[in-house]
């Protein structure tokens, strides 16, 4: 079973920056390709970004676009998330998810909290 572990989250203030990181252990991490999601209080979970696999296609939603980069190490089994010019609408608790492309199961991580305000 593969096993995700989420770190980078904090408290900063709106324009600042700052970096998520997915490890993942107990696989073989580039059958998976891996997402970013995140929920806000009274609000449902939404995707964020995703990278393929192979690394060679990406998503990012409309919300996001043009502020955070999704990147994959497949060397060091790590996912990173860049995100820039933060803004408190941003703040959520974001979580890392792992879909198998060979049986399409899902695993997620326990999620790292990011709060943006002044």
């Known amino acids: 079973q593969l096993q995700l572990v989420e770190s980078g989250g904090g408290l900063v203030q709106p324009g600042g920056s700052l970096r998520l990181s997915c490890a993942a252990s107990g696989f073989t991490w580039e059958y998976y390709t891996i997402g970013w999601f995140r929920q806000a209080p009274g609000k449902e979970r939404e995707g964020v970004s995703c990278?393929?696999?192979?690394?060679?296609?990406?998503y990012y939603a409309d919300s996001v676009k043009g502020r955070v980069t999704i990147t994959r190490d497949n060397a060091k089994s790590t996912v990173y998330l860049q995100m820039n010019s933060l803004k408190p609408e941003d703040t959520a608790v974001y979580y890392c998810?792992?879909?198998?492309?060979?049986?399409?199961?899902?695993?997620w991580g326990q999620g790292t909290q990011v709060s943006v305000s002044s």
């Open positions: 998810n792992a879909h198998s492309v060979i049986n399409r199961a899902d695993s």
């Open positions: 990278i393929s696999s192979s690394g060679a296609t990406t």
